[in-house]
């Protein structure tokens, strides 16, 4: 790992230079306080500070919805390269988005290489940004506030100038093409940085107890505290769609016209009544409160036996989308008794 | 020899016409569906038609608000194969079924005034699907276009047709609208609507008027909670709720509190 210095004032050239890398998407504002990832020609839309966009980075490695096959009749079953977004340069990601695209990555490049997901990962190139928790921010809680890899530079923001963090060889390409931006870091940068550090750390005002949570999982699963978030959740699946870890999906083949039909790959969300129907009508999880409580349990208790770490990184996505207010944060806490 | 096309009728019982009207909407694939089918009943499009022979499909559209309505469902379904409900109305009721607790009477003299009518022999306003069973639902007011040739390719190519039954709140956030509860407090029944649309209303900054009707399970309740919590009166919640799926919603307990408001 490297690091330099950059002059703020250079963060538009900064930015112009990336495009040489793919197309530059970053947080743009859609409405007051809200913002979408979105391609940009004008480097000025940018906001990296942004905290969350209302939907994460995932939609740049598969699509909400894309054809997979497509076949016309009389003719051979092809693949369509619907979800094939080119080389891509994700700018404006934060240290919870990181962590969350290296739990992606376990999910979909583990064991099963899923090659739509590959495809596009294998073109994207990721600049951070440093951020400042908001009140729903508490990924300081599961460890995910900093990052050390996953990405190919880093822009601390340091008043007047940023720390650059320099984390693969893509990444080394950049800093190295544009010299005239980047200066070696000084011992002023890296005091600077520190006291940054020290003041987000305090900055925290959200923040859920992890310990040992998948144990007290394991013994809750039976805890009427499921059936009343049950009762008070939608099955809307906002938190699933907003969610930068949910990664199911389901695959349906439609005939869209005569002549012509086309197996297509959805996002969908284990809250949704119709995710575990299965042939002959039955379903896994029929009551609502068995659907909320299967989120919960993947990612903390699940994905936890699986992969060593719960599949939350405290973006506080979901505490903000959810219509009727079920907090993540609240729910984990009554189930260990404490509301 | 060539395979025999499929016969296919398309009724409308009481209702604007507007799913009908849809399918001929779908003009670039209009022509080439009517090749692979043999469309031989379907009076609003068609002056030749043969009202007695047996049907591979039939679409109905409309609800039942006569009693001649229910002789031609009846008569309808006796001949047919495949029977699919067009629209809200047909499968839910939609607007006719509004105000089904108003009686006819009073709808009578409120719309027509005193002048004597002896052509209104309505009855309470009913779904098809309430009388006779269908073989594939089809909601929306009107249809979409899209799902209604998905149901008429998935038959011409002898399969069911799958819907994936979702709230129109997943396709409103894949759009990456601002939510319309969330961020305006508004009266949205996006997550209890059955999606499909393409979140049309809420994309144009208008909340989810329900007029695909409701998902196999909304939860009604903590819908109604959370408008009330986000403090919208029980009497706009009243009111937003009872376009178009009202028989489905509104007998779930919202009347009380209708009345409750009315006595205060």
């Given amino acids: 790992m490297q690091t330099f210095r950059m002059n703020a004032s250079f963060l538009p050239a900064f930015m112009e230079a990336l495009k040489r890398w793919g197309t530059l998407v970053a947080p743009v504002e859609r409405g007051a306080g809200t913002y979408v990832l979105q391609a940009i020609d004008d480097v000025s839309l940018a906001r990296p500070d942004a905290l969350r966009t209302i939907l994460p980075f995932k939609k740049l490695l598969l699509k909400p919805r894309f054809a997979m096959l497509e076949r016309r009749d009389g003719g051979r079953t092809e693949e369509v390269f619907d979800n094939d977004m080119g080389p891509i340069v994700y700018f404006g990601a934060h240290a919870c988005d990181i962590h969350a695209l290296e739990i992606l990555d376990l999910i979909y490049m583990t064991d099963y290489v899923d090659p739509y997901y590959r495809r596009n990962r294998e073109r994207l190139t990721v600049v951070g940004y440093g951020c400042m928790p908001d009140e729903y921010c508490f990924c300081e809680s599961l460890g995910t506030e900093t990052v050390e890899r996953g990405f190919d530079v880093f822009l601390t923001p340091l008043g007047d100038r940023f720390l650059v963090t320099v984390c693969s060889a893509r990444g080394d390409d950049i800093v190295r093409a544009n010299p005239e931006l980047f200066e070696p870091a000084s011992r002023a940068d890296t005091r600077d940085y520190l006291k940054r550090l020290q003041e987000r750390e305090q900055s925290f005002s959200l923040a859920m107890d992890v310990t040992d949570l998948p144990y007290v999982l394991e013994l809750k699963r039976e805890d009427p505290v499921w059936d009343e978030v049950g009762k008070k959740c939608l099955c809307c699946g906002s938190c699933s769609m907003v969610c930068p870890t949910c990664a199911c999906f389901n695959v349906v083949d439609e005939r869209p016209e005569l002549g012509r039909a086309v197996r297509a790959r959805t996002w969908d969300a284990c809250l949704y009544r119709d995710y575990a129907t299965v042939a002959g009508g039955h379903n896994f999880r029929a009551d609502r409160a068995d659907r909320v409580r299967n989120r919960y349990y993947h990612k903390q208790e699940a994905f936890v036996r699986e992969f060593g770490k719960p599949s939350c990184v405290g973006c506080g996505r979901c505490i903000e989308n959810c219509p009727t207010g079920i907090n993540v944060v609240e729910v984990f806490k009554y189930v260990r008794g404490e509301l | ?264």
């Fill in chain 2, 1 to 264: 020899m060539a395979k025999s096309k499929p016969k296919v009728g398309i009724f409308g019982l009481t209702g604007c016409a507007g799913d009908q009207l849809q399918i001929l909407n779908c003009e670039d694939q209009l022509i080439p569906l009517a090749r692979q089918m043999d469309i031989v009943d379907w009076v609003m499009a068609s002056s030749r038609n043969d009202h007695t022979c047996r049907l591979d499909i039939a679409f109905v559209e409309g609800v039942v608000a006569t009693e001649r309505d229910l002789e031609s469902l009846k008569e309808i379904r006796a001949r047919t194969k495949t029977l699919v409900a067009l629209g809200t109305c047909a499968v839910w009721g939609g607007l006719p079924a509004m105000h089904n607790e108003i009686p006819r009477e009073v709808l009578q003299r409120e719309v027509y005034h005193s002048s004597p009518l002896h052509f209104l022999d309505t009855v309470e306003a009913l779904p098809p699907t309430h009388f006779v069973p269908f073989e594939i639902t089809l909601p929306g007011c009107p249809i979409e276009r899209h799902e209604f040739l998905r149901v008429a390719h998935a038959l011409l190519a002898g399969a069911m047709p799958e819907f994936h039954m979702l709230p129109v709140c997943w396709e409103c956030k894949a759009k990456e609208n601002l939510c319309r509860v969330v961020y305006f407090q508004e009266v949205c029944a996006g997550a209890m609507t059955r999606g499909g649309c393409g979140a049309r209303c809420p994309s144009h900054a208008v909340a989810c008027a329900g007029c695909r009707g409701p998902l196999e399970e909304p939860n009604y309740d903590a819908n109604i909670t959370m408008f009330a919590d986000r403090g919208i009166s029980w009497v706009e919640i009243a009111r937003k709720m009872s376009q178009f799926s009202a028989p489905v919603w509104i007998k779930q307990g919202l009347e009380k509190e209708v009345r409750h408001e009315r006595r205060r």
